[in-house]
């Protein structure tokens, strides 16, 4: 259920002058003199700045807290733009009236004391309704003082008879069984409030989120994204061996293949043919170097068997060169010699 509170805190001016931007709210916790605590975090932030944009409307300071006594309550301000700073807090920057201006110049008004909301489920600050400029903080030391409202405020000076939850419940036309999400969203919508929705992220059971290697906090997206991984791991990953055993068969067909090559050259002899593997197998790009800078140790090209390339004697220089001196035709002298 949202409460509505209050608190009272010192104004914060530069010389003496109305302050532009004020901390409304300073970031952690806070804890009230009977023992509640709230929280004012990023979070907190959002859900106040939310309340305000579906309210429509600029959030005024008053005297007193006038306006929650149903009187008369001119605006002493009005806040203009609400900003979060990290470690610091809610600051709202105020467009004052020429009186109020005066009234915190002239030190007449020394306090301020926002009127909001908390959340029951988590105590964080969750909407902002109206500040007053007053005289009288709660406590010596400016501690934070709560007073919880269902009807209204029930701390002086504004106390009021407070409503019990069956006689709200029927006021409200909501059944018996009415949670306290019931009972606020009713009052929202007959406030015209829109009322922020709010995810439920259910609990991953701890077998699941230990298989998974996940907290059992982790959302439903980071679930699902979770198990197409492990699926795609299946799917295409090798083991360890299978790849350095591809990877072996590689590199030794490659060094054969080097080997092959240089003993075609005659740069490698048969008897180095073991040595020569096993060079290229650990290092394939040495042993091509090596064999680019080594001589020929076996001819090759002198072997028996092995066709020289000669020339052909009807192209070769010195028969054509003849042949023209003696008036004799190319194709009589590859016909009969």
Known sequence: MRKISYLTAKISREESKAPEWMLLFAAGWGKLDDGTQFLVDKDSFDLVDAFIAAHGNDIHFDYEHASLEKAAAP???WIKELVWEDNVGIKARVE?????????????????????????????????????????PATSNLTPILATLFAGLETEPFKEEKMDRKQLIAALGLKDDATDMDILTAVAKQAGVTIPEEKTIEKIPTAIAAALDLSDTDTESVIVASIHA????????VSVEDFNRLKKDIADRDATEAVAAAMAKGKVTPDQKDWAIEYATTNLEGFRVYVSKAPVVIPVDNLPGKKKETADPVTDEA??????????DLEDIKKFG
């Open 75 to 77: 605006a002493a301000g």
């Open 96 to 136: 004052w009236t020429g009186k109020a201006a005066e009234f915190i110049d002239n030190k007449e008004y020394r306090y301020f004391s926002p009127v909001f909301y908390i959340r029951d489920k988590d105590k964080r600050v969750c909407g902002l309704d109206s500040v007053a400029l007053t005289n009288r």
């Open 230 to 237: 492990l699926k795609q791991t299946n799917k295409t990953m």
């Open 319 to 328: 028969t054509v060169k003849v042949a023209g001196m003696m008036g004799v």
